[in-house]
């Protein structure tokens, strides 16, 4: 049974936002959705048929926005959503940050996962792995046990992740990689495409 959420404002417009939005509609039924993107012209984003309001600025969405509101990071780059969490915290204080999850992945009980994060069909989270805030975990990528993924973390389509690794904050692992056992990933690496670590 799908939830019930009033409204959801979207940060970003582009295909990372739209897909976030696919996603929404498959778990939640949500009576307004808005998108906030002070960088593209548009001043609306048609998706599906339907058309969704572009917000330019903090004071705007403000006038918009109330205690039934929540709200979600639709964008790939990790410094950039990183940035723009600071900034709306900074201007609209602590909010409703919504966790994505699709119903069509495999998450043992003992997981925990943080607000903000995105899991993509297809996902394989093994017992008592920790993902962070603000996550990103794209089709068909698997942690396997007792794993922790900090915050502002993207895991690329493809990617397999072995048991007890640690992953620091803002880390991309690039489509296909694999990540061997027992290993600690500082912040701010990038993996690329199909690495053995």
């Keep these: 049974m799908k939830k019930k959420i009033k409204k959801l404002v979207i940060f970003g417009s582009g295909a990372h936002a739209k897909m976030c939005l696919n996603e929404f509609f498959k778990e939640f039924i949500i009576k307004k959705i808005y998108f906030f993107d002070n960088i593209n012209s548009e001043l ?57 999850i699709s119903k069509n992945t495999i998450i043992d009980d003992s997981v925990k996962i943080g607000d903000g994060t995105i899991i993509l069909p297809g996902v394989i989270i093994n017992f008592q792995s920790r993902i962070g805030s ?45 990540i061997k056992e027992d290993l600690k990933i500082e912040e701010n690496v990038i993996i690329g495409d199909n690495s053995f670590v």
């Design 44 to 100: 609306k984003l048609e998706y599906l048929n339907k058309k969704f309001e572009i917000i330019k600025s903090f004071k705007t969405l403000k006038k918009k926005i109330d205690k039934d509101t929540y709200f979600f990071l639709g964008i790939g780059d990790n410094l950039k959503r990183k940035n723009i969490l600071d900034e709306t915290i900074n201007k609209l204080g602590n909010l409703n940050w919504l966790k994505l």
């Design 134 to 178: 603000h996550c990103i975990l794209n089709t068909k990528s698997s942690i396997d046990h007792d794993c922790t993924l900090k915050n502002f973390i993207n895991i690329s389509p493809g990617v397999n992740i072995a048991g007890n690794v640690s992953i620091e904050k803002n880390v991309r692992i690039g489509i296909g990689a694999c």
